[in-house]
């Protein structure tokens, strides 16, 4: 599976903007899809994730209430929804797939990963 994430940018704090990663290869729609973000000179993190059908999402703490996934399994495609950004939102954001469960929230457990796109939160 490749992975291609697209949508990150520059915007002020309480912002909003909307991360797209487009899978293509084996069977895109076979895997869940998550997003990851990592702060310059810290560790790749979970930010959110979907199950295979769309159905089940799950959110860290840290971006619940502000960040939406949605996966539309016609395009092969996920899409992170963030609204009211705060400084600390500030990362590269990843997208990656698994064909684990959906649920899970450590890096190690993504199979494949996208390039990442690098969102920068101003005051």
Same mark, same amino acid.
């Given at each position: 599976v490749q992975l291609q994430a697209s949508g990150g940018g520059l915007v002020q704090a309480g912002g909003s903007l909307r991360? &797209?990663?487009?899978?293509? +290869?084996?069977? !895109? &729609? +076979?895997?869940?899809?998550?997003?990851?973000?990592?702060?310059?000179?810290?560790?790749?993190?979970f930010v959110s994730s979907v199950?295979?059908?769309?159905?089940?999402?799950y959110y860290a703490d840290s971006v619940k209430d502000r960040f939406t996934i949605s996966k539309d399994n016609v395009k092969n495609t996920?899409?992170?929804?963030?609204?009211n950004l705060k400084l600390e939102d500030t990362a590269?954001?990843?997208c990656a797939?698994?064909?684990?469960? &959906?649920?899970?929230?450590? !890096?190690?457990?993504?199979?494949?990963? +996208?390039? +990442?796109?690098?969102?920068t939160v101003s005051s």
């Open positions: 991360l &797209s990663c487009a899978a293509s +290869g084996h069977t !895109p &729609s +076979g895997f869940a899809l998550g997003w990851f973000r990592q702060a310059q000179g810290g560790e790749r993190k199950s295979r059908d769309g159905r089940f999402t996920v899409y992170l929804q963030m609204n590269v954001y990843y797939a698994t064909n684990g469960l &959906s649920s899970m929230r450590e !890096p190690d457990m993504y199979d494949f990963w +996208g390039q +990442g796109t690098l969102v």
